[in-house]
C-alpha cells in the first residue's frame, strides 16, 4: 500500500488512542480530586496530568496555578496543546479524511461524526461540571472506533498499521501512567500503604481499565508491586506493555519492506523483557528508570517504524 | 424582461396548470405527504451527507470550511424517450470531440479544410507538447461531462463541454442512494434505470487504455490532496473503483516510468485518472511552482509508458472560443447533423457581435471565454445597472475574452423551498465516458438554482443537486 496512506492510518490511530488516554487520565484526576481534597494540595492533585502527558513546563508558563479549570482548559481545549483532546482529535480526523478510501466507510463515518459531535460540545463548553461525562463520552467513542475497525475493516495491511499505531501509542501511555506514581509526593504525614497511597494506586489502575482486574488476578491489597506487575508483565491485561508488544510483534511479523530487519530486532528486544523479565529484577534497578529507559526505547521504535514503511522517499 | 420563471418550461406541469403524464405519480404522492414530513426528510439527508463527509470547499472562504451542496428532495425526471435523444446527442458530440483533438494534435485536416482557424493554435489551451503524440485508442476525453439545459418540450441546448476534469458524478451516485433511502415509496412508483455501475464501467474503461503489452495495469487516482474542493469525489471514486487515491508526492519518475511509493517499496503505474489540471501536472514541463504535481510525468506520458486520463491538452476543445465550431465537428468527422444544438453565441473578438453584445448587455449572458464554475460571468436579465457597468470595463480591457448568449430560460423543477414547493430553474449534466465504446448510464447531476428566480446553478453560487430519473420503459 502507499506509504502515505500508511502514514496517515498509522498517525489516525495514533492521535485517537492518545485523546482516550488523555481522557483516561483526567477523568481518574477529577475523581480523585474529590476524594483526597482534604489531605492534598491543588497542585498534588493537578500536577501528575501533566507530568504523564510530559508538559509540565508548557502549562507552567502558559497559565501559571495549577486549578480544576486550568488543567481542563489546557488538557482538553488548549489548540497550542498538541496533545489536548481536541488536538488529538483535529489530527485523527484530518488524518482519516486524507486516506478514507483506505478504511471501511463505517470506520470514516466512526471518526467523523465523533469530530462532528466534539465540535458541538467545544461550543457548548466543558468546564468541571461536564469533564466527566466528556471523558466518557471520549472513551466510548474510542472504544467504538476500534470496535468498528476490528469488525469492519479487511484485514490487509492498512488493518495493520492502523492497529500498530494503537499500540504503540498505548504502550507509551500506559509507561508514562505508571511512572507518574515516581512522581507523586506523598504528603509527610503519610507513609507507604496509607489512605492517599491506596487511593493514587487505584487510580492508576482505575485510569487502566485494570482495577476490576486487579481484583480478580490477585484478590488482595492494591501494592505497586502488583499494580506494576499487572501493567508491565501481565500479557492478559489488554493495556499492559506485555499485551501491547504481543500485538506489535505480530503486526511486524506480515510486515516486511527493504530494511525492515532493524524494526524486528528492536521489537523482539523489548517483548523480550516483557516475556521473559521478572519484577524482582524490574524494581531492583528501579521501576522508574525501568520505564524511562522504555519510553525513550519505543520512541525509538516509532521513530524507525516511520522510516522503515512510512513516508520516507526512495528516489 | 419578464420573470424567467414564469415564462420558463415547466418540466412537472403544462401551461395550463395539469401535471404532465411522466410526472402524475410523483405529484400523486407529494399529495400524501407533508410539508413538514418533506422538511423532516431533507434534514436527515443533510444529517447524512455531513456525517459521510460530502462536503466541498468554496474558494476564498476561510481555509477548511466545509460546506455542503444543498439536496433537494424532488427528483427530476426524464422519460425513456427523452433521455434517448440526450444519451444519443452526447455520444455523437464526444466522439466528434475525441476526434477533433486527435485531428488538432496530428494532421490539422479540419484547419486546412477551412472549418477552424488556425488561430485555434494561439489557444492557451492548446499543448504543443501533444503535437504528434499518439494516446491509445486515440481517446482523449475519457470522461466528459456535457451540460444541457432545456427550454421548452422538445428544445435542449448543449450549454458547454466539460473535457479537462469534470467534476460531479459522485453527487448522481449519492443522490440515489440517499433518495432510495428516504423515500422507497416513491421510487417504487417508477421505474428508474439504474446509475450505480458507473464506476465499474470507468474502471473498464481506464483499464482499457493502459500502454500496450501491459497486461494488469496498475490504475491509480491523482488528486491535489484533501482541501482541493472535489476531494470528496475523488477519494469516493477511487473507493469505488478499488484504486489508489494517489498526490503528486506519492508518485515518482525513474527510468522513463512511473511509480508509486508503497510500503512495500516502489510500484509501477500504468494509467493515471487524474483530477489536476494540465498545469499543475508536471513542474519540468508546465507550471514549475506546481508542488501538486510529479516531475517528469510528462516526458514519460510522450514516450507512452504511462497513460493520463483524460489526456493532456484537452482544454483546447472544451473553451468557449471553440464551442461554437462543434456541431460543424460533427458534420465533418462523423458526416452526421448534430443531435443537440449549441446555443447561439457571439464572440467578442469579432467587430459585429460586439457591437451588438455591447447594445444588449441586460438580456444577454456574457461569459470569460476560460471561466468555470459561474465565476467571471454576467447574467444581465438579473444583474444590476451597476454590476453591468463593471463587467462592461471588464469587457472593454480585453474584448476577445469574452463570448455572449441569450438568456436561456432554463426549464424549472419542483423544489422543495423554505416558503414550500415552488419551480426552480435546472440543468442536466451526464457524464460521457469514453474506452473501446463511448456509453454513458443513465442518469446525470441535475444542478438547481435555489435562490428564486436565479439561473445560476453552479454549486459555487448558491446551487443545490437533484437526483435526475431515467425511466426505463
Redesign the interface.
Known amino acids: 500500500?502507499?506509504?502515505?496512506?500508511?502514514d496517515h492510518l498509522y498517525w489516525m490511530s495514533r492521535y485517537i488512542e492518545r485523546a482516550e488516554n488523555m481522557a483516561r487520565v483526567l477523568d481518574v484526576t477529577c475523581r480523585m480530586s474529590l476524594v483526597l481534597n482534604i489531605t492534598q494540595s491543588e497542585v498534588d492533585l493537578w500536577r501528575p496530568p501533566l507530568q504523564i502527558a510530559g508538559n509540565v513546563n508548557v502549562f507552567e508558563a502558559k497559565y501559571g496555578a495549577y486549578t480544576a479549570a486550568n488543567v481542563i482548559r489546557y488538557m482538553v481545549l488548549d489548540e497550542d496543546n498538541p496533545s489536548s483532546i481536541l488536538s488529538a482529535l483535529d489530527s485523527a480526523r484530518?488524518n482519516a479524511?486524507?486516506?478514507?478510501?483506505?478504511m471501511s466507510?463505517e470506520m470514516?463515518?466512526s471518526v467523523?461524526?465523533l469530530w462532528?459531535e466534539l465540535g458541538q460540545r467545544v461550543r457548548a463548553g466543558i468546564g468541571e461540571m461536564e469533564i466527566g461525562e466528556f471523558c466518557d463520552w471520549v472513551k466510548s467513542r474510542s472504544h467504538l472506533f476500534r470496535g468498528v475497525t476490528y469488525s469492519t475493516m479487511l484485514r490487509d495491511?492498512g488493518y495493520r498499521?492502523a492497529r500498530l499505531g494503537t499500540f504503540i501509542e498505548r504502550a507509551d501511555n500506559t509507561a508514562r501512567l505508571l511512572d507518574v506514581k515516581y512522581h507523586c509526593l506523598l504528603p509527610a504525614t503519610e507513609g507507604v500503604g496509607g489512605a492517599v497511597d491506596y487511593y493514587e494506586w487505584s487510580a492508576v489502575l482505575h485510569a487502566a481499565s485494570a482495577f476490576e482486574a486487579y481484583q480478580k488476578v490477585f484478590r488482595d491489597t492494591i501494592t505497586p508491586w502488583k499494580v506494576s506487575e499487572l501493567l508491565v508483565l501481565r500479557h492478559d491485561m489488554p493495556r499492559s506493555l506485555h499485551a501491547c508488544f504481543d500485538e506489535i510483534m505480530a503486526i511486524l511479523e506480515h510486515?516486511?519492506?527493504?530494511g525492515s530487519e532493524e524494526c524486528n530486532r528492536m521489537v523482539g528486544e523489548l517483548h523480550a523483557r516483557f516475556h521473559y523479565g521478572r519484577m524482582e529484577d524490574i524494581f531492583q534497578g528501579g521501576l522508574h528508570e525501568f520505564l524511562l529507559d522504555f519510553i525513550a526505547r519505543n520512541n525509538a521504535l516509532g521513530n524507525e517504524i516511520q522510516r522503515t514503511?512510512?513516508r520516507?522517499?526512495?528516489? | 424582461m419578464a420573470n424567467p420563471t414564469t415564462t420558463a418550461f415547466d418540466e412537472m406541469r403544462t401551461g395550463s396548470g395539469d401535471v404532465r403524464p411522466l410526472y402524475e405519480a410523483c405529484d400523486q404522492w407529494l399529495r400524501g405527504v407533508t410539508q413538514a414530513q418533506l422538511s423532516q426528510k431533507s434534514k436527515e439527508a443533510e444529517l447524512l451527507f455531513r456525517r459521510v463527509g460530502i462536503t466541498f470547499n468554496v474558494y476564498g472562504e476561510d481555509a477548511g470550511a466545509e460546506r455542503l451542496i444543498p439536496f433537494d428532495v424532488i427528483p427530476r425526471i426524464l422519460s425513456a424517450g427523452e433521455w434517448q435523444r440526450l444519451s444519443d446527442g452526447a455520444i455523437q458530440r464526444v466522439r466528434a470531440l475525441n476526434l477533433f483533438l486527435h485531428d488538432l494534435y496530428h494532421k490539422q485536416e479540419i484547419i486546412k479544410a477551412g472549418i477552424v482557424p488556425a488561430s485555434i493554435l494561439a489557444n492557451s489551451q492548446y499543448r504543443p507538447e501533444m503535437q504528434g503524440v499518439d494516446v491509445p485508442g486515440g481517446i482523449y476525453a475519457h470522461i466528459a461531462g456535457i451540460d444541457i439545459v432545456r427550454t421548452a418540450e422538445d428544445t435542449f441546448y448543449v450549454l458547454e463541454d466539460n473535457l479537462r476534469t469534470p467534476s460531479g458524478v459522485s453527487y448522481m451516485l449519492e443522490d440515489r442512494k440517499m433518495m432510495m433511502r428516504l423515500f422507497p415509496e416513491l421510487f417504487r412508483r417508477y421505474s428508474v434505470a439504474p446509475v450505480e455501475h458507473y464506476p465499474q464501467v470507468l474502471l473498464n474503461n481506464l483499464r482499457a487504455v493502459a500502454p500496450d503489452g501491459v497486461r494488469n495495469p496498475t490504475v491509480v487516482l491523482l488528486t491535489p490532496g484533501a482541501y482541493n474542493s472535489a476531494y470528496f469525489e475523488h477519494a469516493f471514486l477511487a473507493q469505488q473503483m478499488g484504486i489508489e487515491l494517489v498526490e503528486g508526492q506519492d508518485l515518482f519518475v525513474r527510468d522513463n516510468y512511473v511509480y508509486m511509493r508503497t510500503t512495500e517499496g516502489p510500484k509501477q503505474v500504468d494509467v493515471i485518472y487524474r483530477r489536476i489540471d494540465d498545469d499543475f501536472l508536471d513542474p519540468l514541463a508546465f507550471r514549475p511552482d506546481s508542488m501538486l504535481g510529479v516531475p517528469g510525468l510528462v516526458s514519460v506520458y510522450r514516450s507512452g509508458n504511462v497513460t493520463l486520463a483524460n489526456a493532456i491538452g484537452t482544454g483546447v476543445a472544451d473553451d468557449k472560443s471553440t464551442y461554437i465550431y462543434v456541431p460543424e465537428m460533427i458534420r465533418f468527422y462523423l458526416g452526421e447533423e448534430p443531435i443537440l444544438s449549441n446555443v447561439p453565441t457571439y464572440k467578442l473578438g469579432e467587430k459585429d457581435d460586439f457591437a451588438y453584445v455591447l447594445d444588449h448587455l441586460p438580456e444577454l449572458v456574457v461569459k470569460e471565454v476560460q471561466g468555470s464554475g459561474g465565476y467571471g460571468m454576467l447574467v444581465g436579465p438579473t444583474a444590476s445597472k451597476q454590476q453591468i457597468l463593471d463587467f462592461r470595463e471588464q469587457i472593454l480591457a480585453n474584448p476577445s475574452n469574452y463570448i455572449a448568449q441569450p438568456t436561456l430560460a432554463l426549464s424549472t423543477c419542483p423544489t422543495l423551498v423554505e416558503q414550500g414547493i415552488a419551480p426552480r430553474h435546472v440543468d442536466l449534466r451526464p457524464f460521457v465516458l469514453s474506452g473501446k465504446t463511448v456509453t454513458l448510464v443513465p442518469g446525470a447531476l441535475c444542478r438547481v438554482a435555489l435562490r428564486e428566480g436565479s439561473l445560476v446553478v453552479n454549486s459555487s453560487q448558491g446551487g443545490g443537486t437533484k437526483d435526475t430519473w431515467v425511466l426505463q420503459c
Open positions: 500500500m502507499l506509504s502515505r496512506t500508511a484530518e479524511r486524507a486516506v478514507r478510501v483506505a466507510s470514516w463515518e467523523n461524526s462532528l495491511d498499521f510486515l516486511s519492506a527493504a514503511f512510512l520516507h522517499p526512495w528516489s
